[in-house]
């Protein structure tokens, strides 16, 4: 085969061009050369052709290999993320630049994550035991800007995203051992079902109720328990409101945490914002209505795009 292709390439206008395409395309789907060669089309004819295949056939060896090197997790970037979640809980929780800058090196460590179900359910009675009593504490909405209370927020925040992040990594480790690769469609199905609840994998429930998702729309509202969550009154949501918009402030240094979260940890690693959203809203659009940023641009309370404490219902 190889011997006809060099053949066509000396004796045909612009061969060592379409003799490139062809050689891919043989390495790579070496049937499609043979019924091509056995065509009457001219070599140079079949350049588009040849071309077109080939990166189909690349594309496809790219994604047989990105699920064999993520199959097992790197000992060493498993480590390094142990590394960086403990500099995260060292961190000064003032210092947002360095905190935003950790995490990010977290979301891309998801992959090495090794992480059991026995481990993330460990992982989630410590975390729920700590924000339960913290939140439980808190009877009225000064006592939300206390400052020892302004500390104790964002290290439970921090906390918070950790344990989303390790959710995220489990269910990426199911993906690939069940043969599968780690893409926008293969996450959303498993966050989105409510099929193994009892199994104990219950990605849903935890990612939804908590995880960074819930424990922020919380905050952000600054609601207080009483006969269930109570937001505060008009006038006051005005000033909390405003609080997460004002530079400098604990409030405004979280909203920076959700979004970096929401960007750096949701969408960017599902293909990026718009493949995220659109694939969320076929499986369950609340997933999607509860994963938005916090943005300045929609900071006005009248504006229909502004953060929201209960922007939808949630799966039970």
Known sequence: MISKLITYAKTHPKGSLALAGLLILAATAPWVVTTLLATKLSLLSLIPVSFICAGVSFMLMKATFFKQKTDKPDPAKCALRDKVISEILEINPANINALKEKLKQLFELRAHANITHKELEKHFEAYSKESSEFLSSIKSLKEWDKPANQTTRTRLMLKAILFTDNILARIEKDIREAGEIVNVKTLSERLTTQKNRKAGHAYFWHFMYHGVVDFYHIIRDKLVIKEGWTPPNKDEAKAVNASFFAAGTPDNNMRKLWNTT?????????????????????????????????????????????????PDTRPT
Not at 271 to 297: C, N, P, V, Y
């Open 262 to 310: 929401v960007k750096y940890g949701l969408e960017k690693p599902y293909g990026g914002k718009e493949a995220l959203r659109k694939q969320l809203l076929i499986d369950d659009q609340r997933f999607e209505h509860w994963t938005h940023k916090d943005s300045k641009k929609h900071q006005n309370l009248k504006d229909k795009g502004c953060f929201r404490p209960f």
